[in-house]
């Protein structure tokens, strides 16, 4: 999903906040940028490599075109991209995307509980502000999680089933956002 043109202008203040924050001795801003920037969605494709490797999660192939080979016959190129996951039933993917979304909400609290610690002692108004900032972003995330796991330990969601070659049935789950309907993996993998 392209990010619309606001989303890259919230990314760009939103480093601006964490490089005040460091700068002022708040390291809850670099911390946030590393769990939820780097490690949690790093941890989340390599279990989905597991399951798909297990035969559990099936993720797409994505065509790329066709290229010319040794022979001058054609040949078609794919390749598999993280994209929102396929699962064999409705269940596994509830139980993935639920326990996905626990650790992802249990990281934001963390890091919103290390925010505050950490900003006790500040007195600058602008390390003030930017503690604010910090502080709004990760409660609208938390917020984001929680409607999130909400929707999907009570099945308000949206999955939507496809039919492999091999003609195997598969699960793909969607969430609503603000009246539009996002991948689940999109919504679990954002910044916000």
Known sequence: MAARWWQTGLVVLGGLVCLNLLQNGVSAGLFFLLAMGLIFPLAVSIRLHQLTESGLVLIPLEYLGSQSAQDGSRQARFRRSLTNPCFFSPDRARQFFASALSVRLA??????????VQSRMLTPSLALLSVGLGAGW??????RSCVSLHAVLNRSWSVEQLVSDSQSEWYRAYLWWQNARMPALDTLLGLS
């Not at 990281?107 to 505050?116: C, I, P, T, Y």
């Not at 990760?138 to 917020?143: P, R, S």
Request: proline content about 0%; aromatic content about 6%; overall charge neutral.
């Open 107 to 116: 990281l934001q609290v963390g890091l919103m509980a290390m925010l505050l």
């Open 138 to 143: 990760l409660l609208y995330g938390m917020m």
